[in-house]
């Protein structure tokens, strides 16, 4: 039986700080044959100039150079060039630990997945793993998602059969929970869904990442992201779509959490919007995940104006302080 080769995508964006680090972690992978995809997205740094120096080094790295569109576009770029039976992820900024394709395909292959998802390692002093892996098929891998399980948040730390990844593909011009509609959408296939409780993945937090940037109308998506979800879940799952109601209340709540901090009066309208969704259909809530249950009783109790008064106050008061 041949060894199937496995292609390790990395969208990358002025990421010369840091991608040697994550293209040597790919490089280096236990598992053999790999191919490492580096999808270089209309970078203005050195990106693309030391990644083609790696190139010439090892004949199973690519580049590919594109205008600049987003991660979303860059990662469908990488899987529509990709020529592995399976694909993996990678940002920029992070590694993978290097046995972490070996793990996962070991697992995938003896579960018989489709998907097999590892965990991320983000501190030295996070808990050690257990090695447990636990298989979910079918509406029980669908909802993980549903019900936003940890599992189902990022995109990377997991290993995805090609045609269940390529038949997903990413919402290109989304600039949060993209991660978490791709996988929903692979949960979407009627799949089976391998989770392994070992660490395969280092990530690491890079000031100015997308992630640690304020609110802005961008990130509105978030709400247009969850409506598409629970519309795709009433058409094919339709048993399913009591529970869908908990994908767009969670995507509220994670929308006020943000706007707590926001100044301005830019956003009243969808702020009023969440808190509408959210008094109508707060009974729906399915406590997982990282929109904590306190945050939900807070909400429960009509506390988020006093909340956003009371964070309006203290940067008020920092900035006195300041003079």
């Known amino acids: 039986m041949s060894t199937p080769l496995v292609s390790i995508i990395i969208p990358a964006y002025n990421a010369a700080a840091f991608i040697r680090r994550a293209v040597e972690s790919a490089l280096a992978q236990t598992w053999q044959p790999v191919e490492v995809i580096v999808v270089n997205d209309g970078s203005t740094d050195d990106t693309a100039a030391l990644v083609q120096s790696l190139c010439a080094q090892h004949p199973q790295l690519r580049l590919i150079s594109t205008e600049n569109g987003g991660v979303s576009r860059a990662r469908n770029t990488g899987m529509d060039a990709s020529r592995g039976e399976y694909l993996t992820f990678l940002d920029a900024d992070d590694v993978l630990l290097p046995n972490a394709v070996e793990l996962l395909l070991t697992h995938l292959l003896a579960c018989r997945a489709d998907l097999c998802s590892g965990l991320c390692r983000d501190h030295p002093t996070d808990p050690p793993d257990s090695g447990l892996c636990r298989v979910y098929k079918g509406a029980d891998a669908l909802m993980l998602s549903l019900r936003d399980q940890r599992e189902c948040y990022t995109v990377n ?9 390529c038949k997903a593909r990413f919402p290109e011009g989304a600039v949060a929970h ?4 791709f996988v929903f959408l692979c949960l979407m ?3 089976t869904f391998a989770s392994l409780e070992r660490y395969v993945y280092r ?4 000031a100015g990442s997308a992630s640690l940037s304020g ?5 509105l998506c978030i709400l247009d992201l969850a409506e598409r979800k629970q519309a795709l879940v009433q058409q094919q799952w339709p048993a399913l779509a009591p529970y869908a109601v908990n994908v767009r209340l969670k995507a509220c709540m994670v929308v006020l959490l943000l706007l707590l901090q926001e100044p301005s009066h830019r956003f009243r309208t969808a702020e009023k919007t969440c808190l509408r969704y ?14 904590p249950e306190a945050w939900y009783c807070l909400l429960c109790r009509h506390g988020y104006y006093p909340r956003k ?3 309006r106050l203290s940067r008020t008061a920092r900035q006195l302080l300041r003079r």
């Open 157 to 165: 730390a997991k290993l995805y059969r090609r045609e269940i990844a």
């Open 309 to 311: 008064l009371a964070a």
């Open 189 to 191: 296939q009627d799949i």
């Open 178 to 181: 993209e991660d978490s509609f």
């Open 278 to 291: 959210f008094y109508a259909h707060k009974d729906a809530y399915l406590p997982a995940g990282d929109t």
């Open 203 to 206: 990530h690491y937090t890079v």
């Open 215 to 219: 609110f802005n109308e961008k990130k």
